[in-house]
C-alpha cells in the first residue's frame, strides 16, 4: 500500500514570495492533516479535513496561509506572503475513520522542508 | 488545552543501555497516549500506543505504560541498538467531531553510539 506523498522535498524561497506544497493521502482516507514543524519543537497541525470539508482551522494563520482539498483527495496548502518565520517542516497525514473508534492512526508523509530567506 | 512535556535531548547512550524517555502530559477527558518515532530523513511513524489507563503499548522491543495517575506515559527499552537512534515524539489524541486531534511535545533526541 502506498503512503502519504508530498512534494516538494525541500523549497527555498525568499519571504515575501508564495509557496505551496501537495499531498496525497493513502487511498482511501477521508481525513488529512497538515502539520507545521518548527525545528526543535512538535509538529502543531494547521488544518484537518474530512473529506473535503474543514473540520478544524483553528491554528492556521488565516491572513497567510489558505488550503484546500478539493474532491476529497489531493490538497494543496499555500503560504502567500511568506515569512522568515514560516521555515519549518510541513507534514501531511491521513487517516480512515471509522464510527465508534476512540482512536484511528495517523500516517504521516515525509515532509517538505521550507527554508524562508 | 492539552498539552505534553518530554524530558529535553540529545540523550547519548551506549549500545546495549538500557533507555528511559520522561513524558507527562495535562488533558481533560481521557486522552489516548502516542510514542512517534521520525529516523533521519523520513516521516513520523507510530511507535506505540496506549488508549486507556494501565494499558502496555509495546513494539520493537519499546514499552510504555499509561499512568493516569501520574499522568505519564514513559518510553523504555532495556536494549537500545544504534539502529534506534532518531526522534521520538510523545502525543496524545483526543477525539474530536470529526476525528483524532494529536497533540505533541517537543521531541526527545536519542543518539546510540557503539
Known amino acids: 500500500e502506498a503512503g502519504v506523498a508530498q512534494s516538494p522535498r525541500y523549497k527555498i524561497i525568499e519571504k515575501r514570495q508564495s509557496v505551496a506544497f501537495w499531498c496525497n493521502p493513502i487511498?482511501?482516507?477521508?481525513?488529512l492533516y497538515w502539520y507545521q514543524q518548527i525545528l526543535g519543537q512538535g509538529p502543531k497541525l494547521l488544518i484537518q479535513?474530512?473529506?473535503?470539508?474543514?473540520?478544524?482551522d483553528s491554528q492556521l494563520p488565516k491572513d497567510r496561509f489558505s488550503a484546500e482539498r478539493l474532491k476529497g483527495v489531493d490538497s494543496t496548502l499555500k503560504i502567500q506572503p511568506a515569512k522568515l518565520e514560516d521555515s519549518a517542516v510541513y507534514l501531511c497525514?491521513?487517516?480512515?475513520?471509522?464510527?465508534?473508534?476512540?482512536?484511528?492512526?495517523?500516517?504521516f508523509g515525509p515532509g517538505t522542508r521550507l527554508t524562508v530567506l | 488545552g492539552n498539552s505534553v512535556t518530554q524530558m529535553e535531548g540529545p540523550v547519548t547512550l551506549s549500545e546495549e543501555a538500557f533507555l528511559t524517555i520522561n513524558c507527562t502530559y495535562t488533558a481533560t477527558g481521557y486522552p489516548s497516549l502516542f510514542w512517534y518515532v521520525q529516523y533521519p530523513g523520513e516521516g513520523l511513524q507510530l511507535l506505540l500506543k496506549?488508549?486507556?489507563?494501565?494499558d502496555k503499548g509495546s513494539n520493537k522491543g519499546f514499552e510504555a505504560t499509561y499512568r493516569k495517575e501520574t499522568t505519564s506515559f514513559h518510553l523504555e527499552k532495556g536494549s537500545v541498538q544504534v539502529s534506534d537512534s532518531a526522534v521520538y515524539f510523545c502525543?496524545?489524541?483526543?477525539?474530536?467531531?470529526?476525528?483524532?486531534?494529536?497533540?505533541f511535545g517537543t521531541g526527545t533526541q536519542l543518539k546510540v553510539e557503539l
Open positions: 487511498s482511501g482516507h477521508a481525513t
Open positions: 502525543a496524545l489524541s483526543t477525539f474530536t467531531g470529526g476525528g483524532n486531534k494529536l497533540t
Open positions: 497525514a491521513s487517516s480512515n475513520p471509522w464510527r465508534g473508534s476512540s482512536y484511528n492512526e495517523q500516517f
Open positions: 479535513f474530512q473529506n473535503n470539508g474543514v473540520v478544524d
Open positions: 496506549a488508549t486507556k489507563a494501565d
